[in-house]
């Protein structure tokens, strides 16, 4: 339960990423990039561990999602520079 659970969170945050954060970015190929990466590491964690896709979001990934609402813009920034923290420990998962 406890793995099943750390990959839906995982799996919504990079959602939450590609929906909310870079959805506010200018149009460019930068963006298409990084959105493209985005889905690969999506599919390369589904491929590590099966679990069932949860339609329901997580208490953390709620409240991250309404303090990035809450902060407008200034909330692009923040997601933006959390990036270093979230993209290794979502290596790291998949690495294991």
Known sequence: LCLQTNCSVRDQLLSF???NVFNHLGVGSD????????????A?????????????????VKKIKKTF?????KGIYKAIHELDILLPWIQAYIQT
């Open 31 to 42: 963006k298409l990039y990084v959105i493209s990466a985005f889905q690969v590491l999506q």
């Open 44 to 60: 390369n964690m589904n491929a590590c561990l099966p679990c069932a896709p949860s339609t329901r979001l997580t208490s953390a």
């Open 17 to 19: 990423y590609v929906k």
């Open 69 to 73: 609402l809450k902060l407008g813009e």
